[in-house]
């Protein structure tokens, strides 16, 4: 099951050129972009794990994409995504967000129904992925 | 396999120079910075070199990206800097950087303070300057010799890999004094092997120093009386004659000075009218009050 999140979550995968090509949109607008990644697909999952600090004041995608050459050589089996902030005053926060890398084989999730008082059902979502260890979970 | 084109198509050379506006920026350069003929001609060529490769890549001949990192080596205050800022004007027009700002650093900007704090420094630095240029002042101060464990060379061994890897990403260019970098590419070839232009900045002769001091006058609105006109061509020579002297630098800071005794000079005048002439005139007395003018121990202090 293909994991969607993010700005384009709609789209298919960008390809290099579609990354640059909203790097240079992102550097253009001031915004600072930062990488994180993760192995757990769970869509509660907020907070990803940052790959290095966010890089200010950058002025090309050259920059960037060496960052995100060296993420994907590090961790090629994990999600990764772009996050552009933007510190105008009022926003301050996250403006784009799209996946950039994903695992090869992406399992998908397992409903869990637990029965509880009555006939009341909870439902659980959870990855496969999940039930191996971190780092192991995307061979 | 090369694409080929037709033999007898002619390349317009003046519709791509004038398409470059790189001419304009050359004779800027011409106007405003004295002297540095060597400079100068090395910028020429290549800037024609980079306009004839892209002439040569729409012709379909082969033109692979020429190694661009540069050296430049002189004295204080011989426009290594300003030279620098218009050399990333220069790539920037000729569509070698693609952004063409310029990022200036020293070692303290590059090198880090404990282990593992160097490489994620450096490598900012090195992120930061990328679609443009990368100047590193004092460059020499990156390789310490006396100290085996510093973590200058982890910086050279990163900036190698960069200027290697990534020559249309970012252009380096290193400066400091002559006799030092020197030095510092002695014991580092590697680096010294990628940099394909070395260019030497030569010291200012006393007359170019006074063009100097006249152009930076003009840009400030200020000009010289004929006497004080006397006073600087001999304030030039006894300051040259003095030690850590740095050129155009030690010409701005002498012209600081003398503006700074021209506004005491009126204030101390009191009352009475002033005019536009008084406000823009620097007398002899402006430079003669100077230290250069007294006995030479009093005057080694000044820098």
């Given at each position: 099951m293909r994991l969607t999140q993010g700005t384009f979550s709609f789209l298919p995968d960008l390809s290099d050129d579609q990354i640059r090509a909203q790097i240079e949109y992102c550097l253009a607008q001031g915004w600072a972009l930062s990488i994180e990644y993760t192995d757990?697909?769970?869509?509660?999952?907020?907070?990803?794990?940052?790959?290095?600090?966010?890089?200010?004041?950058?002025?090309?995608?050259?920059?960037?994409?060496?960052?995100?050459?060296?993420?994907?050589?590090?961790?090629?089996?994990?999600?990764?995504?772009?996050?552009?902030?933007?510190?105008?005053?009022?926003?301050?926060?996250?403006?784009?967000?799209?996946?950039?890398?994903?695992?090869?084989?992406?399992?998908?999730?397992?409903?869990?129904?637990?029965?509880?008082?009555?006939?009341?059902?909870?439902?659980?979502?959870?990855?496969?992925?999940?039930?191996?260890?971190?780092?192991?979970?995307?061979? | 396999m090369t694409p080929v084109a037709p033999t007898d198509d002619t390349l317009d050379l003046g519709a791509a120079l004038a398409d470059s506006h790189v001419a304009e920026v050359l004779a800027t350069l011409d106007a405003e910075l004295i002297g540095l003929a060597p400079v100068k001609t090395r910028i020429r060529e290549i800037a024609a070199l980079l306009l004839v490769e892209k002439l040569r890549m729409q012709a379909g001949l082969s033109a692979g990206p020429p190694s661009l990192h540069m050296s430049?080596?002189?004295?204080?205050?011989?426009?290594?800097?300003?030279?620098?800022l218009r050399m990333a004007e220069i790539l920037h027009l000729l569509g070698y950087v693609r952004k063409g700002h310029l990022v200036a650093v020293t070692r303290d900007d590059l090198v880090g303070q404990f282990i593992g704090h160097t490489a994620p420094k450096t490598k900012e630095v090195l992120k930061r300057a990328m679609g443009g240029v990368l100047f590193i002042d004092?460059?020499?101060?990156?390789?310490?010799?006396?100290?085996?464990?510093?973590?200058?060379?982890?910086?050279?061994?990163?900036?190698?890999?960069?200027?290697?890897?990534?020559?249309?990403?970012?252009?380096?260019?290193?400066?400091?004094?002559?006799?030092?970098?020197?030095?510092?590419?002695?014991?580092?070839?590697?680096?010294?092997?990628?940099?394909?232009?070395?260019?030497?900045?030569?010291?200012?002769?006393?007359?170019?120093?006074?063009?100097?001091?006249?152009?930076?006058?003009?840009?400030?609105?200020?000009?010289?009386?004929?006497?004080?006109?006397?006073?600087?061509?001999?304030?030039?020579?006894?300051r040259r004659a003095q030690p850590n002297f740095a050129n155009a630098r030690s010409v701005r800071n002498a012209l600081d000075r003398a503006r700074l005794r021209q506004a005491n000079r009126l204030f101390s005048r009191g009352g009475g009218s002033l005019t536009r002439d008084d406000l823009m005139t620097i007398e002899a007395e402006d430079i003669r009050a100077s230290r250069v003018f007294k006995d030479p121990a009093a005057s080694e202090a000044e820098r």
């Open positions: 757990d697909p769970h869509p509660r999952n907020t907070y990803w794990e940052m790959f290095g600090p966010p890089m200010f004041d950058l002025r090309d995608t050259a920059g960037v994409m060496t960052e995100l050459e060296d993420v994907r050589r590090t961790f090629p089996g994990h999600y990764i995504k772009l996050n552009a902030f933007d510190s105008t005053r009022g926003f301050e926060t996250i403006r784009l967000s799209f996946i950039v890398n994903r695992p090869r084989h992406e399992p998908g999730f397992r409903l869990v129904r637990e029965e509880s008082a009555g006939r009341t059902v909870r439902y659980t979502v959870h990855a496969y992925a999940a039930d191996r260890p971190e780092g192991e979970r995307y061979e | 430049f080596t002189g004295n204080p205050g011989t426009g290594k800097t300003t030279i620098a004092e460059a020499y101060f990156l390789y310490r010799p006396e100290n085996e464990r510093d973590y200058g060379q982890e910086v050279i061994e990163i900036l190698l890999q960069v200027m290697e890897n990534q020559r249309d990403d970012l252009v380096v260019i290193l400066a400091g004094y002559r006799d030092r970098m020197s030095r510092f590419f002695a014991s580092n070839p590697g680096m010294s092997s990628r940099i394909a232009h070395h260019i030497d900045f030569p010291d200012y002769a006393p007359d170019e120093l006074h063009d100097i001091a006249l152009l930076m006058l003009g840009q400030l609105q200020y000009r010289l009386s004929p006497d004080a006109e006397r006073a600087l061509v001999e304030y030039i020579e006894r």
